[in-house]
C-alpha cells in the first residue's frame, strides 16, 4: 500500500507542518484498513470533503465508486429520493426507475456531507439502512441490498444536536465509531505559507506562468485575518489573485480592502476616545496608493504593449501624469532607476 504523504500529494492534500493537522494524519494512517464509519466534524471549508475521499483511497475500497453527497443541497422531499433512488412513478416527473446515492456507490464509499442538516424524518431511514444494509427506493416495496462504507461530514457537533434533539441518539452512536475532527486555518496557521505557495504556483501555472514573489505586506495580510472560509477561502482568494494580476509581484495593491483591513469600523462609527487603547494595524497609506499606482500601470504598459501614449488612454490620464506617477513608484516598489519624462521605469515601457 503506498503512502499517506504519496496518495495526499497525488489528490492535492498538502501536510503542512501543524502539529494538530499531523496528529489527524496519522490518525488515518492508523484506520487506513478499516471499514467502520467515520463522523468528520468542521467548519464549511475545512477540507472534509478532501479527507473522506483520502481515506477512501486509502481503503480495501480504493478500486471501487466514492460517491459523496451534500445532504443540504435537497429539500426535505428530494434527499429520500436522492439517497435511495425511485420507482417510475413515484412522484411528478419521475418517468423512469433512477438508483440513489447509496446504490452507485456499491463496494465502494459514500460520503455524507453535511448530515446536520438532515431532518429527523430522514434520520431514522438512515439509521435502518446502517443497521441492516438495505434500501428501499421512493415508492418501490422491495429491499435492495447495499455494500457500502459510510463517512459523515458535519459542521455543528453532533453531541450537542442530540442534547437539543435535533440528532437522533442512536443514529449518532451508529454512525460515530470513528469520529475526527478537522481544524479551522485560523487555529493551524503555520500551514498558511505552505497551502498558499501550493495554490498561487497552481493557478499561475494554468496561466503558463511562474507564481512571482509575494510582498511582506500581503504575508502579513494573510496572518492576520481569520479566514472564515478556511482552505476553501483561501484556495479561491488565491485563484483570484492570479486571474487578476497583471504586474509580476503580488503587493498589498492586489487585495481587497475587506483582506487588508478585516477589523476595519464601520464608517458611521465613533472614532475611539483620548487615550482609548484600539486594535488596528498600523499600515502606510502612501505605500498602499503606491503599490495599487504600480499594479495599475503595470497592467496599461502590459495592454498597450509598453506604449505610454496608449497606456495613459487606457487609465483615462495625460501621457505626462503617468510618466510622473511611474517615477513616483520607483522609490517604494524598488523599479529600475528613470528620469521623467524620459523612457518609463517599467520594463519594456516605450
Known amino acids: 500500500m503506498r503512502s499517506l504523504d504519496e496518495v495526499g500529494a497525488e489528490h492535492g492534500v498538502i501536510i503542512g507542518p501543524s502539529p494538530r493537522m499531523w496528529a489527524v494524519f496519522e490518525f488515518l494512517r492508523v ?56 420507482e417510475r412513478g413515484a412522484f411528478t416527473g419521475a418517468i423512469r426507475d433512477r438508483p440513489g446515492r447509496f446504490e452507485l456507490a456499491e463496494s465502494g464509499t459514500v460520503l455524507l456531507d453535511d448530515i446536520d442538516d438532515v431532518p429527523l424524518s430522514m434520520q431514522v431511514k438512515l439509521l435502518r ?18 455494500n457500502v462504507r459510510v463517512i459523515a461530514g458535519t459542521k455543528r457537533d453532533l453531541r450537542t444536536m442530540v442534547a437539543d434533539g435535533t440528532f437522533r441518539e442512536d443514529l449518532y452512536y451508529r454512525l460515530n465509531v470513528l469520529p475526527l475532527t478537522l481544524p479551522p486555518l485560523r487555529e493551524r496557521m503555520e500551514d498558511l505559507p505552505v497551502l498558499m505557495q501550493h495554490f498561487l ?109 496608449r497606456a495613459a488612454e487606457l487609465l483615462q490620464i495625460k501621457r505626462s501624469t503617468l510618466q510622473g506617477r511611474m517615477v513616483r513608484c520607483q522609490p517604494v516598489l524598488d523599479l529600475p532607476a528613470a528620469s521623467a519624462p524620459s523612457p518609463s521605469p517599467l520594463a519594456s515601457a516605450r
Open 31 to 86: 484506520i487506513a484498513g478499516s471499514e467502520s464509519t467515520v463522523v468528520i466534524t468542521g467548519e464549511s471549508g475545512t477540507g472534509k470533503e478532501v479527507i473522506a475521499s483520502l481515506i477512501h483511497r486509502q481503503s480495501p475500497r480504493k478500486h471501487r465508486p466514492f460517491v459523496a453527497v451534500s445532504c443540504s443541497l435537497f429539500s426535505d422531499t428530494l434527499i429520500e429520493s436522492e439517497l435511495f433512488g425511485h
Open 129 to 146: 439502512v446502517l443497521q441492516n444494509h438495505t434500501v428501499e427506493r421512493l415508492g418501490g416495496t422491495n429491499t435492495v441490498a447495499v
Open 201 to 309: 504556483a497552481r493557478f499561475f501555472k494554468q496561466r503558463g506562468e511562474e507564481a512571482p514573489a509575494v510582498s511582506a505586506g500581503v504575508a502579513r495580510a494573510f496572518a492576520r485575518y481569520d479566514w472564515p472560509g478556511n482552505v476553501r477561502e483561501l484556495e479561491n482568494m488565491c485563484e483570484r489573485l492570479a486571474q487578476t494580476n497583471m504586474c509580476g509581484t503580488i503587493g498589498a495593491g492586489c487585495l481587497a480592502a475587506g483582506m487588508m483591513f478585516p477589523h476595519a469600523a464601520p464608517a458611521t462609527a465613533p472614532p475611539p476616545a483620548d487615550g482609548e487603547p484600539g486594535s488596528a494595524v498600523p499600515i502606510s497609506l502612501d505605500e498602499r496608493v503606491r503599490q495599487l499606482e504600480h499594479m495599475l500601470i503595470s497592467w496599461a504598459l502590459r495592454a498597450s504593449d509598453g506604449n505610454q501614449t
